[in-house]
């Protein structure tokens, strides 16, 4: 299968067929290699794969054939040379800030973003002397203004979370580049089946694995795609050295994932797309906010640098707090998780879960109001799902 040139290949295909070298047992499925290191011929061997000079195995926190089909097959899924898989998509995270950064550097980093995120930059970068600023996603001018010359990064999750903001990324990416920065996107809610931000000019895509590209909420784990320069030398570099790695099972879950995903992902995105609309229609409902719903601010990057709106639907319910915990309550089928990217529809209150640490003003800064609940749309009946959510089970708001 090596002599296939893959990039003449479609999305749907590569994500079934790359990655995955036969071995002399004939497989047809990508097998598990469970194993902490590899032999050597000789002591001759073992030098020169030890000293660089002789490419190949050496020890699974450095390089795995399951991990490296997965990290493969993710590579040309987001259009890049390279990728390296993490233990989770906090780790794919670590890794690129590691493997970018130095003390003194700045990152400026969209206000919306995963709450780990935000603690990982303000809680434990800032130790080691790297500082970050905070900006409203969509308002380049303020990332422009951020931006200084102690300043080696920006950071973005688009569509953000739970507000469904885009970022264009085409824009971010040229600013960045003009001001010698690199830019990195979180693509966790689109995947590369809806999005491939290098294809926009960004450095770094990193994402959690765990979510969409699971896609049935099984384990945990991350990648980084990008160059060989960036994603090949620097972040791996951190990785094999700090043994962040991911391990073959876990490599092999998200490779059986990935043969999926674009269907998984089309499919998710049009339950979606019909929720927000009939949560439109709802009395109790004040606000959805759904990429692709006429009035999203961001409406025209649904279609090119989107392919469609995903499968998060989020909205806000007149009457704050008790009526949004009252709306999760009376669900029987919903799961009440924070998860995401999973057949299974789950619904979450951001205000208390994901976005709690912060503080009532922090929350209000950001546009989290506590009426706000956020869907995970999964792949079950759209009719069930609609159901479960009919607000005529609730008494009059
Ligand atoms: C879940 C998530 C992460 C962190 O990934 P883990 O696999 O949980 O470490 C990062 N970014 C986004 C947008 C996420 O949803």
């Known amino acids: 299968m090596s002599s296939q040139n893959w990039e003449e290949l479609q999305f749907a295909t590569r994500a079934i067929r790359t990655g995955h070298h036969r071995t002399a047992e004939g497989e047809h499925s990508e097998p598990i290699f469970t194993t902490s290191s590899y032999v050597f011929a000789s002591a001759a061997e073992a030098a020169a794969r030890f000293s660089g000079a002789q490419a190949g195995n050496i020890y699974s926190r450095f390089t795995n054939p399951t991990v490296r089909a997965f990290e493969e097959r993710l ?24 493997g970018l950064l130095r ?14 995120t935000t603690m990982l930059f303000n809680k434990y970068l800032a130790r080691f002397g790297i500082e970050t600023v905070y900006v409203p996603p969509t308002d380049l001018g303020a ?9 080696r990064l920006l950071f973005c999750e688009t569509p953000s979370n739970p507000l469904m903001e885009m970022v264009d990324l085409r824009q971010l990416a040229d600013l960045a580049h003009r001001h010698d920065c690199l830019l990195a996107v979180d693509n966790c809610f689109c995947t590369p089946a809806l999005q491939r931000p290098l294809e926009f000019g960004a450095d770094v895509v990193v994402h959690s694995a765990t979510k969409y590209l699971d896609g049935q909420g099984r384990c945990v784990g991350g990648a980084v795609v990008g160059n060989r320069q960036i994603v090949g030398e620097e972040v791996y570099g951190v990785l094999r050295t ?11 879950i998200f490779l059986k994932g990935l043969e999926t995903l674009e269907l998984r992902m089309l499919a998710h995105s049009q339950n979606a ?16 906010y759904y990429p692709g719903l006429p ?20 909205f806000a319910v007149h009457g704050g707090q008790a009526a949004a915990w009252q709306l999760i309550d009376a669900t029987r089928l919903l799961s009440i998780t924070a998860n995401l990217g999973d057949t299974k529809t789950t619904i979450t209150h951001p205000a208390t879960t994901t976005h709690g640490r912060l503080t009532a003003e922090e929350r209000a800064a950001v546009g989290i109001s506590d009426g706000l609940i956020r869907i995970a749309v999964g792949l079950e009946s759209i009719h069930d799902i609609q159901a479960d959510l009919a607000f005529h089970t609730l008494p009059p708001l």
């Open 75 to 98: 590579a040309t899924l987001e259009g890049g040379d390279c990728a390296v898989a993490t233990a989770s998509g906090m780790a794919a995270i670590l890794a690129t800030c590691m």
């Open 103 to 116: 003390s003194g550097e700045r990152i400026v980093a969209s206000r919306s973003l995963f709450g780990s």
């Open 242 to 252: 700090a043994g962040v790695t991911l391990s073959p099972f876990n490599a092999w």
């Open 143 to 151: 990332w422009e203004a951020a931006i200084d010359d102690r300043t």
């Open 273 to 288: 797309a019909q929720l927000a609309a009939w949560l439109h229609t709802q009395p109790a409902v004040a606000q959805v």
């Open 295 to 314: 009035g999203h601010p961001q409406q025209h990057l649904v279609g090119s640098q989107q392919r469609t709106g995903g499968g998060i639907v989020t």
